[in-house]
């Protein structure tokens, strides 16, 4: 009986251990920018610019101090009788990378940044109008985050740029389980897929090429081991807990 009880409690031992096994993490798993020291200056070379993709819906107004001579240059829906102002329409970049503008035609943006598209509509236009000002949004940036996130989702993205960093932020950052080191952005260029993987974990993240996001970037946070234990684990969960039924109920007859 003395032996049984022993081997019971060994049995017990083993269990926790196994668990507090499986719940530790170490620093390195968890710590973005390791190795950073106080007051550090990094220089980073990464420049990035956000260029046009096909099927980007893009808004583009032009504008002079003749605004009678600007309108036929501007993409409008109609005129409402309640309001008598025009609805403003966008262009869709084609699967060729034009879009159709009023009057002058097909134009190639495809592949240009917003000030290079600026720079090339003046020029076309500088036949027809006198220093036009011309502005430029992409209206449909949105960016997917999914896996080992608070919150994974689609958010749409205010302004011209966003920092991966910045796009965590909006799903609420990392999970405790999500791996930090190994987080894949899965890029479209025109229907190829691009694949590319970085380390949040080292300061040489911030030089990464995917380090600044596009327009319908996919971000996908891996589980961590611990994760992956723990999801195995509760596959079993109901083994686990008939196993210890059966190991309760015997040691308490034994023990009568």
Request: proline residues 3%; charged residues 20%; glycine residues 6%.
């Amino acid at each position: 009986m003395k032996h049984l009880k022993v081997n019971l409690f060994n049995f017990f031992l083993l269990s926790i251990s196994v668990a507090l096994l499986h719940s530790c993490a170490s620093h390195k798993d968890v710590v973005y920018f390791q190795g950073v020291g106080d007051y550090e200056t990094k220089v980073s070379e990464n420049n990035h610019s956000q260029t046009f993709k096909v099927d980007d819906v893009v808004s583009i107004n032009v504008s002079t101090l003749d605004s009678q001579a600007s309108m036929p240059f501007n993409l409008v829906k109609g005129v409402e009788e309640s309001s008598l102002r025009a609805e403003q329409l966008d262009y869709i970049v084609d699967k060729s990378g034009n879009i159709d503008f009023p009057v002058i035609g097909q134009v190639k943006i495809a592949g240009l940044t917003a000030e290079k598209t600026k720079e090339l509509l003046k020029e076309k236009l500088s036949n027809y109008l006198k220093d036009p000002i011309i502005n430029i949004r992409l209206v449909n940036f949105t960016v997917t985050i999914l896996g080992e996130v608070n919150r994974p989702g689609t958010y749409p993205v205010v302004g011209e740029q966003i920092t991966i960093l910045e796009a965590l932020g909006l799903a609420n950052d990392l999970t405790i389980k999500g791996k930090r080191d190994n987080i894949l952005v899965i890029r479209d260029f025109d229907g190829t897929k691009i694949y590319q993987r970085i380390d949040l974990t080292s300061v040489e993240s911030l030089d990464s090429p995917v380090y600044y996001l596009t327009q319908n970037d996919v971000v996908y946070v891996e589980p961590n081991k611990s994760a992956i234990t723990s999801s195995s684990l509760d596959n079993r969960a109901s083994i686990w807990v008939s196993i210890g039924s059966l190991v309760i109920t015997s040691t308490v007859l034994l023990l009568r």
